[in-house]
């Protein structure tokens, strides 16, 4: 299978995203089902969020941040970046801060664990990537080109 993610093509903070399950406790269990061993991180199916080691500050619509490093060829940024400016997520965040206002993001990265169903077969394991935007003001402080 090939993975979505090349981690030889990701920046430095991207390489945070990378999913360490022995740093975030998780232990093989054999499954109930079929024998097999699994990744679990508790005896039970509940929902998990991992909070990763990414922060990010920008400035919204231009994305000086992740642009920069999209174009230096970090893929995960260039996702990120694409994610925020789909056409979905442009017209959530105008209807929060309004059409045509520039301002700062706060950008924190969950990945979600849970059980889920793949083509009839009952699965745990990685299910989202969720993309956390914390709006600031539209003013950022003059070392904030220092940041990218």
């Known amino acids: 299978m090939t993975p979505l993610l090349d981690f ?3 920046c430095g903070r991207c390489k945070g995203l990378r999913f360490d399950d022995a740093a975030l406790g998780g232990f093989e269990s054999v499954s109930n089902y079929d024998g097999e ?3 679990k991180f508790d005896e039970d199916e509940r929902l998990r969020k991992f909070r ?3 922060k990010l500050k920008d400035l919204y619509p231009e994305l000086p941040a992740l642009s920069k490093s ?8 260039d996702f990120i970046r694409a994610a925020i ?3 979905d997520s442009r017209r959530q965040i105008d209807e929060i801060m309004g059409v045509g206002n ?4 706060d950008i924190e990265l969950l990945y979600w664990w849970h059980a889920f169903t793949d083509r009839d077969v009952e699965q745990q ?10 709006f ?4 950022l402080p003059a070392a904030f080109n220092d940041l990218y």
């Open 52 to 54: 990763l080691n990414y």
């Open 37 to 39: 061993s699994e990744l």
């Open 125 to 134: 394991g990685l299910s989202l990537l969720e993309i956390t935007l914390l």
């Open 102 to 105: 520039t301002f700062s993001l």
């Open 136 to 139: 600031g003001p539209s003013v």
């Open 85 to 87: 400016l789909s056409k």
């Open 70 to 77: 999209s174009a230096g060829g970090c893929q995960s940024c």
């Open 8 to 10: 030889n093509y990701v």
